[in-house]
């Protein structure tokens, strides 16, 4: 065991701790920064876009139904509701969402196919994208 002497000698080069009279806390106290008076920013939200389903008149409304379900999880109600506003008003929006998932679902709408229903469908129904404003 070194002597007291040999020990003070090895530790000459170090500071001493300093004495806060048994009070550890004092010793390391922490400096707090002055609170910002504004407010942290807030995330900005992904713009959302609508998908449109486009009417023709080579699909039918079973086609639309079944679409609707398969590729938006929409029950046949909705379906049949979203079918008979794109036959009367030309679109319907059928789904609102992030850019990339609209695209996403367009796409989806776009390969289908054809309605087998009706020999004349050559193909699937048009759809687009647009800003939701």
Request: overall charge negative.
């Amino acid at each position: 065991m070194p002597s007291a002497a040999s020990a003070a000698a090895d530790h000459a080069g170090e500071a001493e701790p300093a004495d806060h009279g048994g009070d550890a806390s004092a010793a390391t106290a922490v400096v707090e920064k002055p609170a910002d008076t504004a407010a942290p920013p807030r995330p900005r939200r992904q713009p959302r876009y609508h998908v449109v389903l486009w009417n023709d008149d080579d699909h039918t409304y079973h086609y639309v139904i079944t679409m609707l379900r398969a590729l938006f999880g929409h029950p046949a109600e909705r379906g049949l509701a979203l079918a008979r506003e794109v036959d009367t008003r030309g679109r319907v929006i059928v789904l609102t969402t992030t850019r990339e998932h609209a695209e996403l679902k367009r796409d989806q709408i776009h390969a289908f196919g054809a309605d087998r229903l009706i020999a004349a469908s050559k193909g699937s129904m048009k759809a687009s994208i647009e800003p939701d404003r």
